[in-house]
């Protein structure tokens, strides 16, 4: 296995070379996508890569609620179906929700098969598609089956970004936002700085993903220092989780905004973390996000999803941490009270001019 993860940055002009030079085996190539994705992306690869036919997709609903054990069979069911063997490949076709599943598919079907991950949203760019992470929700919890497998090759092309539609790009952002935060001063006050319609894209989708690809090559199992990639995303996960059992659908990023808020306050009460850092990064998430709507009396209910967290070790709860921008500590135990106290924060705080 390599050590990192094998990222093609390709653009419009030469996406059909790329792929052809990815896909140029004699074996079969499968094709996950979402209901979106399959409407508003397929048509772009079926275009650059013209050996891939309709017989060759599978598609599945949209939504992060689909990333379920009833899919992963449909997959499986489906790949069986159309011939698929242990030379074949599963091309994953979508955001996030399609590399986890379509990984964990690829991953475990006849012990393993090869998956490239062809991201179409901002979110798969720079976060969910690189690093080996696959997974499915069990119960409304987020990710609590799944896999370390590479993808062959990760193939990133920002014209999918035109097909996204505003809140899923800046859901995305939200993750852009965290790797800088926790590994980039530089790109932190870059975001800080320049408005969002401003910002060259590629460049940041570029810095970004290249930081995760560096950062999982480290630490492919999750162990060390990858770990602070999931800043923001333990009280993030209980979010959504909280709006799923609400039988509503929470964006991934801005349940990971709203988590940053509640973890750099953590950072403050435990780490020290500096007050003025807390109110720049509070404003600036409040004044970037759409607020939660969310009641005191639902504090609770998200605690008790927290608990379910696959970083809960030994019965506690364990975050990632800021120390300062650009210095984060991984695995530090964090009191209920004091998660309590930080979503009470984020409900009550007023964004400062």
Known sequence: MPDRD??????????????LSHTEEPRKFLVLADTNTAKYCYP??????????????????AGDEEKNITNLHYIW?????????RNSCLINLGGGMVSDLGGFAASTYLRGIDHINIPTSLLGMVDASIGGKTSINISRVKNQAGT????????VNP???????EEEFLSGYAEVLKTAIVFDRELYYDLLETKLEDLLMVDVIRKAA??????????FHDRSERQCLNF?????????????????????????????????????????????GLQQITNYIRRSFPPLKLRETDIDDIIALIRHDKKKFQG???MSLLNSIENCTFGIAVPEEIIRESVLYYLQYDVIN
Not at 9 to 14: A, R, V
Not at 159 to 165: C, E, G, M, S, Y
């Open 210 to 219: 290249t930081i995760k690809q560096e950062v999982t090559a480290k630490d």
């Open 159 to 165: 014209v999918f970004l035109d097909t996204l539609p």
């Open 6 to 19: 094998h990222i093609v940055f390709c653009s419009e002009e030469n996406f059909s070379e790329v792929l």
């Open 148 to 155: 370390f497998a590479r993808a062959k090759a990760i193939i």
């Open 232 to 276: 923001g995303h333990t009280i993030g996960h209980g979010l959504e989780a909280f709006f799923l059992s609400k039988g509503q659908e929470l964006k991934h990023g801005f349940a990971v905004a709203a988590g940053m808020v509640c973890a750099t306050y953590i950072s403050a009460k435990v780490l020290n973390f500096p007050e003025q």
């Open 44 to 61: 772009i690869l079926r275009d650059a890569l013209p050996s891939i036919d309709d017989d060759s997709l599978i598609i599945i609903d």
């Open 77 to 85: 069911s489906s790949m069986q179906f159309r011939g698929a063997d």
């Open 316 to 318: 506690e709860i364990r």
